[in-house]
């Protein structure tokens, strides 16, 4: 979306977070051209592991404008579960194998990629081609020549793209937003982002396979941080010097530990930041001339809050929103599809995220050199 369409949504959407309950879905902005219930989209969830199962599926059973209608499953034991628990036809349930045959499925409108990070960009592709609208877990790739790929496929195929930015639609990180597009406290200096996790002994997860991740914490979290320096300055990176620590070298033999970057961004912003598999972080602090934000936890499902700072004194808490990111982000993806707007989290947004993690990953194998993005 281009900036300024971009600018106007969230403060579209300010007004109308200011007007609805906050127990509400995201307000419909485009409701007053829709003159009857619009039909519900079908999802059909592709990989019904951890993120699939606790978060999306429960998440379309509320949801308002999609709800889900088909999966694409290896396990053969989850496909009689599944339909059980969410009365989905046997004709709507697929495997890897026969997955290009979704396309004459009328039931499915949209098809949502929730699988190992390696298998983003052939999934994606395989739906557009089977022409059905995307959403795509994040990283959408694993790097910025697969983003782009993926990107052309979907403009081939008329279909939208959409990554899975859950947090763009949770109201105190709209917040922040807003104050990197207001700038009520000045220019933007520095923004510190933290997000890490202890993986656990699991040696067989696929998050410890460089063949299937494409990377460690990076990949899965630091990508986290990379979307908050973003949306904390609203500009894009120009240059990043990355270091690595491991302590851990049977565990992280194929995948980064913990690493820690600096990026520089063309109004003067600098950030620091760290991702790891074996440490507990969750953190954004955004320092401006006159005064600060902090989100703390800054990307967990529910129970984001924070404060602002005018000079060091706080002048507005950010109180815990009660909302179903994965609904409101399914339900914003859906009204788009049928509206024909394109998504706030599109297939652009994610490819930048891939550059900076390009541009990262050459850094680090370069022993920490400063490398333009
Ligand atoms: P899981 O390991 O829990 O699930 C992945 C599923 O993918 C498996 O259950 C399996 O489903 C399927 N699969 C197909 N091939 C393989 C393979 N070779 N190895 C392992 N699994 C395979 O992962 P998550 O659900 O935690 O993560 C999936 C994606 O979602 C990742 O890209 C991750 O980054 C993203 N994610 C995003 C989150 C967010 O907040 N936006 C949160 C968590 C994850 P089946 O048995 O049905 O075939």
């Excluded at 790891?276 to 809050?305: C, D, F, H, M």
């Excluded at 990111?325 to 490819?351: C, H, K, N, T, Y």
Aim: glycine fraction near 8%; charged fraction near 25%.
């Amino acid at each position: 979306m281009p900036q300024n369409s971009r600018r106007s949504f969230l403060k579209d959407l300010s007004v109308g977070l200011g007007a609805f309950s906050i127990a509400n879905p995201l307000p419909d902005l485009a409701a007053e051209a829709v003159p009857k219930t619009p039909r519900k989209l079908g999802i059909a969830l592709v990989g019904l592991g951890n993120y699939s199962t606790k978060q999306l599926a429960p998440a379309l059973e509320s949801a308002t404008d999609c709800y889900l209608s088909g999966i694409v499953t290896g396990t053969k034991d989850k496909e009689s579960v599944w339909r059980a628990k969410y009365g989905i036809k046997k004709a709507n349930t697929y495997n890897y194998e026969n997955f290009d045959s979704i396309a004459s499925n009328d039931d499915i409108d949209i098809v949502y990629i929730v699988l190992p990070n390696s298998m983003h960009a052939e999934y994606t592709i395989r739906a557009a081609k089977a022409g059905k609208h995307v959403i795509c877990e994040k990283p959408m790739a694993l790097n910025a020549a697969e983003g782009q790929a993926m990107i052309d496929a979907c403009k081939a195929n008329g279909v939208m793209l959409s990554i899975g930015y859950r947090l763009h639609f949770d109201p105190n990180t709209i917040e922040i937003m807003k104050l990197a597009e207001e700038r009520p406290y000045g220019p933007i200096k520095y923004v510190q982002s933290e997000a890490a996790f202890a993986i656990g002994n699991n040696l067989d997860a696929w998050r410890l396979n460089r063949e299937l991740a494409g990377g460690g914490a990076v990949m899965d979290m630091g990508i986290y941080c990379i979307q908050a320096a973003r949306y904390a300055t609203g500009e894009e990176p120009i240059a990043i010097r990355a270091q690595e620590t491991k302590t851990d070298w049977g565990k992280f033999k194929e995948v980064d530990e913990t690493v820690t970057w600096q990026m520089e961004f063309p109004g003067g912003a600098y950030s620091n930041s760290t991702t790891s598999y074996n440490l507990r972080a969750n953190r954004l602090y955004v320092s401006y001339a006159q005064g600060a934000a902090l989100l703390e936890p800054a990307t967990k499902y529910t129970g984001i809050k924070g404060r602002v700072f005018r000079g060091q004194n706080p002048v507005r808490t950010l109180e815990v929103q009660t909302v179903n990111q994965q609904e409101r982000q399914m339900d914003g993806f859906a009204r788009g599809v049928r509206e024909g707007i394109p998504s706030i989290v599109s297939g652009e947004e994610g490819l930048r995220d891939m550059k900076v993690i390009d541009a990262l990953y050459r850094s680090l194998a370069t022993g920490g050199k400063r490398v333009e993005i």
